[in-house]
């Protein structure tokens, strides 16, 4: 475990900023609550109906909770969201950065949920967090009563060759060369019209953050054969990294409940830039889960 995933002092002071910054922009009722874990101290957002249906909502890697939890707050109307800073990547849980290779992941989340009292809930996990997610789905499935996979990490991979060349490659560049032109070409594979907050989102990470490009390991049919919560999938055409083309096949061999598998079409990594596929996605979603909690 690395002792800090900032390069400097003065980069987590200027991730924090943004961080603040952005929570404060949803503009919402919340509070906030550190869960002690197993892998340290962990910082969740609370927000919705007290007495709603609780949904556990793990953001992507190299990323804050709050550039994330807003493109998801329509649930807040129907369901209690609880929102955890991932350990390890920029937010205010524990920098502990954990192996994403074993289940270390999933016994952090049973950990959030044993911590917030939550016996059961539904599960959204975006990019990384659907690595999460899944490793979840494998150490203690029937804690998951639905599940809802958006580009997610633990699946299936693009290839390595074209992670280097078409972003790996305009990254580093960036890195070396810093200007607002190189910046958007490094974005571009993952989001072809970026907005301004993706744009400050992206650059202050790379500024400041110890980047991690090892995503979760994907999962095997054996894992997940008792994971059995109806499960919910959304990949993205042109995702440079979890492409659809690679996801949905593999999905279907290995979630053993996946009622609905979906390509984005079009959509890259960050579909969400696209209002009308953000607004598709998120009443999908909310479908999705109302369906569970009126079972229930």
């Not at 922009?25 to 007495?51: A, C, M, N, W």
């Not at 059961?120 to 499935?141: D, E, Y």
């Not at 999905?251 to 959509?267: D, H, M, R, S």
Request: hydrophobic share 40%.
């Amino acid at each position: 475990m690395s002792t800090t995933i900032y390069k400097s002092p003065a980069g987590e002071v200027k991730m924090m900023e943004l961080y603040n910054k952005q929570l404060a922009k949803l503009k919402i009722e919340y509070k906030t609550t550190q869960i002690d874990t197993r892998f340290g101290s962990t910082h969740v957002i609370i927000t919705g109906p007290e007495h709603a249906p609780p949904v556990l909502l793990f953001q992507g890697g190299n990323t804050t909770n709050p550039y994330i939890l807003e493109k998801f707050l329509p649930l807040a109307k129907h369901f209690r969201l609880y929102a955890p800073d991932t350990v390890g990547h920029p937010g205010k849980s524990a920098q502990n950065s954990l192996s994403p290779r074993d289940t270390s992941y999933g016994k952090w989340a049973v950990d959030i949920m044993d911590g917030l009292g939550l016996a059961q809930a539904s599960v959204v996990g975006t990019s990384w967090g659907g690595g999460i997610l899944l490793q979840l789905g494998a150490c203690t499935p029937e804690r998951i009563t639905k599940a809802v996979l958006i580009v997610p990490a633990g699946i299936a991979n693009s290839s390595m060759r074209r992670v280097i060349k078409d972003l790996a490659i305009p990254m580093f560049l960036y890195q070396l060369f810093p200007n607002r032109k190189r910046l958007l070409q490094a974005i571009q594979p993952l989001a072809s019209d970026p907005d301004e907050d993706t744009i400050e989102m992206v650059q202050t990470v790379f500024h400041h953050v110890k980047v991690k490009a090892e995503m979760p390991g994907n999962v095997t049919k054996e894992e997940l054969a008792a994971f059995t919560a109806p499960t919910m999938l959304f990949a993205a055409e042109n995702d440079i990294i979890f492409p659809a083309n690679r996801v949905i096949p593999q999905a279907k061999k290995v979630i053993p409940n996946l009622t609905v598998a979906e390509q984005l079409n079009g959509a890259s990594h960050l579909f969400f830039q696209s209002y009308d596929q953000l607004q598709y996605v998120q009443k999908q979603i909310s479908d999705f889960l109302l369906h569970a909690a009126k079972e229930s």
